[in-house]
C-alpha cells in the first residue's frame, strides 16, 4: 500500500553557547547599546523592586509583633506603594525596549540577508532551493528574534533574581536559608530527567505530525488524481492510521507535559511545609523573627519560576546557536560573481559581442570547451543542440550569472567583467522559457524592468507584441492581478506578456529561451509575428525550438558535447548534411508521426 | 455561539474523560486554596501559640495536601490533553475524508495553502482552546469565587480590601486583549505580506537578476520589513505598559492587605495567621485574572477557526452516488453526449453549448480548438469530475450519474497534461489505481509505457522514491510514469488531455510510441495541438466557444476551406512543407540515432515554481 514518503528533519541540538557565534550574534546589537543599557539597567531595578515587597510584609509583621508603632506600618505601606509603581515603570522600560531591540535586529538581520541574497549568483539559489532560502531568512531569524527580545534578558533576570533570593536569606538566616537551598538540588534533578524523556517524546509527536501534513498537502495537491483513480478508500484508511500514530505520540507527549507542573507545585508546597516546620522551631526559640519566617515562606515561592524559565532558555540558546551559525553562512557566501573595485558602468552599446576562447564549467566539470563566437551588432543567433549541449550555459556566461573559467566575453570591446552588472543586465534583455511573473498586476509585470513606464508605453509594448486585445478583455484589464489563482494564464500568454516586458526594456541585446511546450496553435502564430517585431534591431540570441526560428537566424550555431560543432546559415547547415542536418531530419520525422509535435 | 457549542459537541463521545478531567479540576482547586488556610493556622495555633505538635500536624497536613493535589492537577491536565488531542485528531479524519469526496469544482477555486491551513493551524486553535482556554475560564472563575467567598467570609472589610482591585483587573486584561487583537492580526498580515515578497524574489531570482532589479527588490523588501517592524512596535507599545500594569494593580491590592491587615493585627482585629493567608490569597488572584485575558482570545481564535473548518465540512458533496445508483459492470465504451450544456461556476453554463456527439468502442475521437473552446470540459465530464447543466453523458447508453462513482471511474484512464505523481516508489506510483498489482504486471506496464528501461537506471529501481525528497524525473519521464499507471488500469475509456505538452521534443517519440499501445482496443479522447496525430483519428470534432463547429475525418474536415480546421492546417502546414521539403530532396530520413533522452547536462534555464496556466 502506497504512503507518501516524508524525510523529517530533526532539530540538531548542539551547545548553548558557542562563543564565536554569539560574539558575531551579540554584534547585531552593537548600534544599539544604549538602549540595551537602557533595559539592562531597567532589569535590575525591576528585580531589586520586586524582591522588596515579600521584605515589606516581613516588615510589617515584625513592627506589629515588637514595636507596635502605627507610624512605622505607614511609613512601610507608603514604601510598598512607591515600590510597586517603580517596578511598573522599570518593567514597561524594560518589555518596550527589549521588544524594541529584538525587532530592531530581526529587521537588520532579515535586510542584511536580503540584500546579500541579491549579491549570490543564481546557482545559490538553484543549488539550495527556493524553500532553504526562504527558511533561512524567515525561520532562523525568527528563532534570533526570541533571543534577543526574550532570552537574553530573561536570563539575566532569572539570575538576578536567583541570587537575589540566595543572598537575602543567607543574611536573614543562613541555617535555615542552607536548608531550602536543599529544594534546588531536587528541582535541578527533576527538570533534567524531565527534559530528557519529554524532549523525545516531542521530537515523535513532531515527527508524526510531519508525515500526516506531508499526507495532506499531496493529497490535496493531487486530489484530481486520488479522485480519477478512485483512490478515496484506500487513502482514507491509510489516513486514518498515520494520524492514529499522532493521536498516540501527542497522547504519550501529555503525560510528561502533563507531569511537569504538579510536581513543581508540590515541591513548592513541600518546602513551603518544611519552612514552616523548622522555622517554626526556630521562631519558638526566637532565632528567627515572625517577619523572617513570612519572608522565607513567600520566597521559596519564587524560587522555582526562574529555574524552570532558565531550563527553557538554555533550549532557546541552543537553537539560537544553530540558527545563528545557518544565518551566518549565508551571509558569509562569497558572491560568484562581483563587480570588480574599479568596475565602470557600461557605455550604451551597438551590441557586438564576442565570445574569445571561452571555458567554462561547474565543479570540476567542464562544461564548455574553448569557444569562439563573434557576433555582429544586430545579427539573431539561434542555438540548436541536445539538451545538455552547452546552449543554456552560452546565455548564462552573457549575463554573467556566471564567470568564464578562461578566455573572456566581450560587449563593443568591453569585457563583462570589467563593468559594473548592473549597467550590464539593464542594456540586455531575456525572455526565459518558463515564464516567471509576478504576484502583481499584468501592468506591473511588463513593468518590471521600467517602473516607471507611462500607462501609453506600456500598452505599446503590449500591441507590440499582440497581447495587447487578451488583456483588455480580462476583467480588470491592465490591472489584473497574476496569481496562484487570480487569472489562469496559458503558456502562451504568459510568454507573449513577458515579450512585451523585454521589449519594454528595450534592451540592445536580447537573449531568449523559447518554450518547448506546445501552445495553441493561434497564440503560437501570435508569438511568432511578435518575435520578429522583438528581434528587429538587436542583437539576438536564441535557444530555439521551432523551425521558423531557425529559418529566420543569421546563424544557427550547432552545439554538441560544450562544442561548437556548426555554424552557418540554415540552407548552408543542410546543404552541409552534418549535424544540424541530423537533427533537423529527426525532428522531422517524429512530427511526421507525433501527436502534438513541435516541429 | 453556535460555533462554539458545535465544537464542543465534538467531546461528546469522551463523556466520561470530560466528567474526570472537571471532577479533577475541582477537587485540586479546593486543595490548592486549602493550602494557606492551613498555613494561617499553623503560624496561629502553632508558631505564635508555640504548639510543637500542631505545628507538626500542620506541616503533615500541608504535604498531604499537597501530595493529593498534585496528583489531581495531573489528572486534570492530562486529561485535557487527551481530549485536546482526540478532538483534533477526529476533526482532522473528518477533514481528510471531506477533502476526498469533495467536487473538483472545489478544488478549482481553493487555494492549496489556504486548505492547509485549515487541517494544520485551525485545528491547532481549536486544540489549543480544548486544552487550555476551556480548563481555565473554569479555573478561573472557580478560584475567584471561592477566593472571594473565603477572604470575605474570614474578615469582611480585609476581604474588601484584597478584592479591591480585582474587578479593574478583569476589565482591563480582558480589554487588552481585545484590543491588541486587531494589532496582532495587522502583524501577522504584514508577515504573509513580507513572505510572499520574499518567496517571489527567490523563486523569480533569474527574472530579477536578468533584469538587474537586484537594488530594487531590496529596498522593496526593507520597506515591508519597516512596515513589519512599525507594526509589530504598534503591539508593543500596549503589549508592554499592559502586563506590568496587571502585576502592579494586584500588587496595590497586596499593599492594601498588608497595611490595612497589619493596622487590624495591631489593634487586635486579626491573627497573624490570617494576615499571612490574606496576603497568598490576594497573590493568587492574579493568576487566573491574566488567564482571562488570553481566555478571550484563545476563544475568538478557536471560533474563527471552527468557522473556517465547519465552512469545508458543510460544502456540498455535489458529486456523489445518487442514492439508486448501480455498479456498472464492463464497460463496452459507447460514449455519448446528448445535448450536453455545462459551466465552471454553477448556474452558468458558459463552457458548453449543447454539444452532441458519439465515440464506439475502439474509436479515436480528437478535439481541437484553441485555448478555452470547450475540449478540456468535454473530457471531465465523462468520468463525472463535473455535472452537466443540461443533457446528459451516457456510457453504454447509462448515464454516468446512475452509476457509482467508483464503478465509473475505475474504468476510465486518463493522462492528463501535467501528471502529478506522489511521493512514493515508482512501482506504489504506477499501481496507484490499483494497488494490488503484481510486480509482473507493474513492469509489463512500465515496459509498455516505455519507462521500464529508465526505471532500471535508477538507484534503486522500481522502489526508488520519487518527488520532492527523492529522485527528480523531467517532464518526459513523468509522463511516462503517468502512461503506465492508465495502463495497468485497464481502461475501456482513455483520455489523453494534451498529454504531450509539457514534454520536450527529444523525449515525445518514445511518447507516442507509448500512447498508442495505450490507446489501442479503447475508446480514446485526445486533445491535441497539433494536426498530425488528429489525421489518425475516427472521428475529429472542432470546438470553438464551447460548440462543435465541425466534425468528421481528417479528410472530410480539409474540405471546407472555410472552415476553422482548414485555417488551423493552413497555419500549421507552412512549417511540415518546409521539413518535408528539406529531407525529401535528400532522399529520406537518416538512421534514429539511439540514446537521445539524456537527462544529463547543465542546469536549464528555467524557474522552479512556476504554475503552467490552468486549465485549457
Redesign the interface.
Known amino acids: 500500500?502506497?504512503?507518501?514518503?516524508?524525510?523529517v528533519d530533526d532539530e540538531i541540538l548542539g551547545k548553548a553557547y558557542d562563543s564565536r557565534i554569539a560574539s558575531r550574534l551579540l554584534g547585531f546589537l552593537k548600534p544599539y547599546r544604549s538602549r540595551l543599557l537602557f533595559t539592562t539597567a531597567m532589569v535590575i531595578i525591576g528585580t531589586i523592586a520586586d524582591l522588596m515587597?515579600p521584605k515589606?510584609?516581613s516588615m510589617?509583621?515584625d513592627?506589629?509583633?515588637q514595636e507596635?508603632r502605627?507610624s512605622m506600618?505607614?511609613l512601610?505601606?507608603i514604601a510598598?506603594?512607591i515600590t510597586?509603581?517603580i517596578?511598573?515603570?522599570a518593567?514597561?522600560g524594560q518589555?518596550?525596549t527589549t521588544?524594541?531591540l529584538g525587532?530592531?535586529v530581526?529587521?537588520d538581520i532579515?535586510?542584511r540577508m536580503?540584500?546579500h541574497?541579491?549579491?549570490l549568483?543564481?546557482?545559490y539559489?538553484?543549488k539550495r532551493g527556493?524553500g532553504t532560502?526562504?527558511t533561512r531568512?524567515?525561520n532562523d531569524v525568527a528563532v534570533i528574534q526570541e533571543l534577543f527580545s526574550e532570552t537574553v534578558i530573561g536570563i539575566i533576570s532569572n539570575v538576578l533574581v536567583l541570587v537575589g533570593i540566595i543572598v537575602i536569606m543567607l543574611i536573614t538566616n543562613w541555617k535555615l536559608a542552607l536548608l531550602s537551598f536543599l529544594v534546588l538540588p531536587i528541582m535541578t534533578l527533576v527538570m533534567t530527567y524531565w527534559q530528557k524523556y519529554a524532549k523525545a517524546a516531542y521530537r515523535m509527536t513532531r515527527r508524526t505530525l510531519s508525515i500526516?501534513?506531508?499526507n495532506?498537502?499531496?493529497?490535496?495537491?493531487?486530489?484530481?488524481?486520488?479522485?480519477?483513480?478512485?483512490?478515496?478508500p484506500?487513502?482514507?484508511k491509510a489516513?486514518?492510521k498515520i494520524?492514529?500514530d499522532?493521536?498516540d505520540a501527542?497522547?504519550e507527549a501529555?503525560?510528561y507535559?502533563?507531569?511537569l507542573?504538579?510536581?513543581v507545585?508540590?515541591l513548592s508546597?513541600?518546602s513551603?511545609?518544611?519552612i514552616?516546620?523548622f522555622?517554626?522551631?526556630l521562631?519558638?526559640n526566637e532565632a528567627l523573627s515572625?517577619g523572617e519566617?513570612?519572608l522565607f515562606?513567600a520566597f521559596i515561592d519564587r524560587f522555582f519560576a526562574p529555574i524552570r524559565e532558565l531550563s527553557q532558555q538554555y533550549s532557546t540558546m541552543q537553537s539560537a546557536m544553530v540558527a545563528g551559525e545557518r544565518i551566518f553562512e549565508v551571509l558569509d557566501v562569497e558572491p560568484e560573481v562581483q563587480d570588480k573595485p574599479d568596475a565602470y558602468e557600461l557605455p550604451e552599446i551597438e551590441g557586438k559581442v564576442d565570445y574569445n576562447n571561452v571555458t567554462f564549467g561547474?565543479g570540476n566539470t567542464e562544461?564548455l570547451h574553448d569557444i569562439d563566437l563573434h557576433v555582429k551588432p544586430g545579427e539573431t543567433i539561434a542555438f540548436v543542440g541536445?539538451?545538455?549541449?552547452?546552449k543554456?550555459?552560452m546565455?548564462?556566461l552573457l549575463?554573467r550569472?556566471s564567470d568564464v573559467w578562461s578566455g573572456s566575453i566581450t560587449i563593443d570591446g568591453h569585457d563583462i567583467r570589467d563593468v559594473t552588472?548592473?549597467s550590464?543586465?539593464?542594456q540586455?534583455?531575456?525572455v526565459?522559457?518558463?515564464?516567471?511573473l509576478?504576484?502583481s498586476t499584468i501592468r506591473q509585470n511588463i513593468a518590471?524592468?521600467r517602473?516607471h513606464a507611462t500607462s501609453q508605453e506600456i500598452e505599446q509594448a503590449a500591441r507590440d507584441v499582440g497581447v495587447h486585445e487578451f488583456i483588455e478583455k480580462l476583467p480588470d484589464g491592465y490591472d489584473t492581478e497574476v496569481q496562484?489563482?487570480g487569472v489562469?494564464?496559458?503558456?502562451?500568454?504568459?510568454q507573449l506578456i513577458s515579450f512585451a516586458?523585454a521589449l519594454l526594456?528595450d534592451p540592445k541585446i536580447l537573449i531568449l529561451?523559447e518554450a518547448?511546450?506546445?501552445?495553441?496553435?493561434?497564440?503560437?502564430?501570435l508569438i511568432q509575428q511578435a518575435l520578429k517585431r522583438v528581434l528587429v534591431g538587436r542583437t539576438s540570441f536564441v535557444?530555439a525550438?521551432?523551425?521558423?526560428t531557425i529559418?529566420e537566424a543569421d546563424k544557427v550555431v550547432v552545439m554538441d558535447e560544450g562544442r561548437i560543432v556548426e555554424m552557418g546559415t540554415h540552407d548552408e547547415l543542410?546543404a552541409a548534411?552534418g549535424m544540424y542536418?541530423?537533427l533537423?531530419?529527426?525532428?522531422?520525422?517524429?512530427?511526421?508521426?507525433?501527436?502534438?509535435?513541435?516541429? | 455561539m453556535k460555533t462554539l457549542i458545535r465544537i464542543l459537541g465534538y467531546l461528546k463521545p469522551y463523556r466520561t474523560w470530560l466528567i474526570t478531567v472537571y471532577a479533577a479540576l475541582f477537587i485540586a482547586l479546593g486543595l490548592q486554596l486549602s493550602i494557606p488556610a492551613v498555613l494561617g493556622r499553623a503560624i496561629d495555633h502553632g508558631v505564635i501559640a508555640r504548639d510543637m505538635s500542631y505545628l507538626g500536624k500542620a506541616t503533615l497536613a500541608i504535604v498531604g495536601l499537597a501530595t493529593l493535589q498534585a496528583l489531581f492537577t495531573f489528572i486534570r491536565t492530562y486529561g485535557t490533553n487527551v481530549l485536546a488531542e482526540r478532538v483534533g485528531n477526529d476533526l482532522r479524519n473528518e477533514l481528510y475524508e471531506t477533502f476526498q469526496e469533495l467536487p473538483f469544482r472545489f478544488f478549482d477555486q481553493a487555494q492549496s495553502g489556504q486548505l492547509m491551513a485549515r487541517a494544520t493551524d485551525d485545528i491547532n486553535n481549536i486544540r489549543g482552546m480544548l486544552m487550555f482556554a476551556l480548563r481555565a475560564i473554569v479555573q478561573a472563575i472557580g478560584m475567584l469565587i471561592i477566593i472571594a467567598v473565603i477572604v470575605l467570609m474570614t474578615n469582611f472589610w480585609l476581604g474588601v480590601v484584597a478584592l479591591s482591585t480585582t474587578p479593574l483587573l478583569i476589565w482591563w486584561s480582558i480589554h487588552f486583549s481585545i484590543t491588541i487583537r486587531p494589532v496582532f492580526l495587522k502583524i501577522q498580515q504584514q508577515f504573509g505580506v513580507m513572505t510572499s515578497a520574499l518567496q517571489e524574489n527567490v523563486a523569480g531570482g533569474r527574472v530579477v537578476r536578468a533584469f538587474a532589479q537586484e537594488k530594487e527588490e531590496a529596498d522593496r523588501f526593507e520597506a515591508e520589513l519597516d512596515e513589519l517592524f512599525e507594526r509589530n512596535l504598534r503591539a508593543t507599545r500596549q503589549w508592554s505598559v499592559s502586563y506590568p500594569m496587571t502585576l502592579a494593580l494586584n500588587a496595590l491590592s497586596v499593599a492594601g492587605v498588608i497595611w490595612v491587615g497589619g493596622w487590624m493585627v495591631l489593634t487586635g482585629r486579626l491573627s497573624f495567621g490570617t494576615l499571612v493567608q490574606f496576603e497568598r490569597y490576594t497573590s493568587m488572584l492574579q493568576e487566573p485574572i491574566r488567564w482571562l485575558g488570553f481566555v478571550v482570545n484563545r476563544m475568538a481564535r478557536a471560533i474563527a477557526s471552527g468557522d473556517r473548518i465547519f465552512e469545508i465540512l458543510d460544502t456540498k458533496r455535489s458529486i456523489k452516488d445518487a442514492p439508486d445508483a448501480t455498479t456498472m459492470p464492463d464497460m463496452r465504451g459507447v460514449v455519448e453526449f446528448h445535448d450536453v450544456s455545462f459551466g465552471y461556476a454553477k448556474g452558468k453554463a458558459d463552457a458548453l453549448h449543447h454539444v452532441s456527439f458519439q465515440a464506439r468502442p475502439g474509436q479515436i475521437t480528437a478535439l481541437v480548438g484553441p485555448t478555452g473552446s470547450g475540449k478540456s470540459s468535454v473530457v471531465s465530464l465523462i468520468p463525472r469530475f463535473y455535472d452537466v447543466a443540461e443533457g446528459q453523458v451516457t456510457i453504454d447508453g447509462r448515464d454516468v450519474r446512475s452509476i457509482t462513482l467508483s464503478s465509473l471511474r475505475s474504468q476510465i484512464g486518463i493522462v492528463m497534461q501535467e501528471s502529478f505523481l506522489f511521493s512514493m516508489t515508482v512501482r506504489e506510483n504506477i499501481a496507484y489505481g490499483r494497488p494490488g498489482a503484481s510486480f509482473e504486471e507493474v513492469v509489463a506496464a512500465a515496459k509498455a509505457a516505455r519507462a521500464h528501461d529508465f526505471i532500471l537506471r535508477m538507484s534503486e529501481g522500481y522502489d526508488t522514491v520519487i518527488g520532492e525528497r527523492g529522485v527528480t524525473l523531467s517532464g518526459g519521464q513523468k509522463q511516462r510514469l503517468a502512461i503506465a499507471r492508465a495502463l495497468l488500469v485497464d481502461p475501456k475509456v482513455l483520455i489523453l488531455d494534451d498529454a504531450t505538452a509539457s514534454v520536450d521534443s527529444e523525449t515525445e517519440h518514445d511518447i507516442q510510441q507509448a500512447l498508442r499501445t495505450l490507446m489501442h482496443g479503447r475508446t480514446s479522447f485526445v486533445i491535441a495541438q497539433r494536426l498530425t496525430t488528429v489525421r489518425d483519428a475516427d472521428q475529429v470534432l472542432v470546438f470553438e466557444n464551447g460548440e462543435i463547429t465541425q466534425r468528421g475525418t481528417h479528410d472530410e474536415l480539409l474540405t471546407d476551406s472555410d472552415g476553422f480546421y482548414y485555417e488551423l492546417y493552413s497555419m500549421q502546414r507552412q512549417d511540415q512543407d518546409d521539413a518535408s521539403r528539406a529531407v525529401v530532396n535528400e532522399g529520406g530520413p537518416p538512421p534514429l540515432e539511439e540514446e537521445r533522452d539524456r537527462e544529463l547536462g547543465e542546469p536549464a534555464i528555467s524557474v522552479p515554481f512556476t504554475r503552467a496556466g490552468g486549465a485549457s
Open positions: 500500500m502506497g504512503q507518501i514518503r516524508v524525510q515587597l515589606y510584609f510589617v509583621v513592627e506589629v509583633r507596635q502605627m506600618v505607614n512601610i505601606g510598598f506603594v510597586v509603581i517596578r511598573f515603570f518593567n514597561w518589555y518596550y521588544q524594541w525587532g530592531r530581526v529587521f532579515r535586510n536580503f540584500r541574497l541579491q549579491n549568483s543564481i546557482g539559489i538553484d527556493v532560502v526562504m531568512i524567515q500526516v501534513n506531508a495532506l498537502a499531496e493529497s490535496i495537491a493531487g486530489m484530481r488524481v486520488v479522485q480519477a483513480y478512485t483512490r478515496e484506500t487513502n482514507m489516513f486514518r494520524n492514529g499522532n493521536l501527542a497522547i501529555a503525560k507535559s502533563s507531569m507542573f504538579p510536581t507545585s508540590f508546597s513541600a513551603t511545609a518544611m514552616v516546620y522555622g517554626g522551631q521562631v519558638f515572625l519566617l513570612v515562606i561547474y562544461i541536445e539538451t545538455g549541449a552547452g543554456s550555459s546565455i548564462n549575463m550569472f552588472q548592473e550590464l543586465r539593464s540586455l534583455g531575456i526565459l522559457q518558463d515564464t516567471f509576478f504576484g518590471y524592468a517602473s496562484e489563482r489562469s494564464l496559458s503558456i502562451g500568454q504568459r516586458r526594456a529561451d518547448t511546450s506546445s501552445i495553441d496553435t493561434q497564440t503560437e502564430h535557444i525550438h521551432r523551425l521558423s529559418r543542410i548534411k542536418y541530423n533537423y531530419t529527426m525532428q522531422w520525422r517524429s512530427q511526421g508521426t507525433a501527436a502534438g509535435s513541435e516541429e
